[in-house]
Structure formats: C-alpha cells, structure tokens
Nanobody, 122 residues
Framework: QVQVSESGGGSVQAGGSLRLSCVVSGYTCRVYDMTWYRQTPGNEREFVATIDSDGTTSYADSVKGRFTISQDKVLKTAYLQMSSLNVDDTAMYFC????????????????WGQGTQVTVSS
C-alpha cells in the first residue's frame, strides 16, 4: 500500500510564500510521477505542477515563474515552493503519486493525500 501525506499549508498575505511538502510512505517504486493539484469548492481539481523520477518538471501556465516543484528522493518527498501568491491561489492542495513502470505494483493507480489548505488574503 502507498500512503501520501501533504503538509505546509496555511494562511498568507498576497505576495507571500509557502512551501508545501508531500511525503510518500509504504510501497514505493523507483519510476513515478508526483503531481500537485488544487481544488476550490464547487470546482474540479486542477493541475498545478508535476515532477517525475527523472526530475522532469511541468507547470500550469497560471503558476509558471512563481511555483517550483522539487523532490528529495531519499526522503521520498516532493515539495512545492510557492512565491508571489495571490488570492487566486487559495485552494486545497493535493498531492498525487503514480507509479509509471509496468514493473511497479499497481502501476498507473493514483494515490492521493488528504490535502493541505492554502489561503491567501489581499
């Protein structure tokens, strides 16, 4: 089984910064994607940023230049450094882990954390 746990959310004023963490425990495979999504009430989850086991990253246009995704493979942790936050960044942030090699147990199955709330005030 795979467990995903997010932390680091909180309240911040516009222009401020936060760093979110996503820790994976239990069974892990060396080939994976770790992706941050966010969701506001009444809306679908939207993609924020992703990083794969090779370190390749991708970002939503709305966060490019402001957010940075990174990882520590030893700690099995992905980070989302968020800067220049604005009120539109207010959301629940979720981390998703997917093992992407056919050699991995439950390859392709998404594992989600419970989310961490980010609130940005003007």
């Amino acid at each position: 089984q795979v467990q995903v746990s997010e932390s680091g959310g909180g309240s911040v004023q516009a222009g401020g910064s936060l760093r979110l963490s996503c820790v994976v425990s239990g069974y892990t495979c060396r080939v994976y994607d770790m992706t941050w999504y966010r969701q506001t009430p009444g809306n679908e989850r939207e993609f924020v940023a992703t990083i794969d086991s090779d370190g390749t990253t991708s970002y939503a246009d709305s966060v490019k230049g402001r957010f940075t995704i990174s990882q520590d493979k030893v700690l099995k942790t992905a980070y989302l450094q968020m800067s220049s936050l604005n009120v539109d960044d207010t959301a629940m942030y979720f981390c998703r882990r997917v093992h992407t090699s056919r050699l991995c147990l439950n390859s392709g199955k998404p594992y989600w954390g419970q989310g961490t709330q980010v609130t940005v005030s003007s």
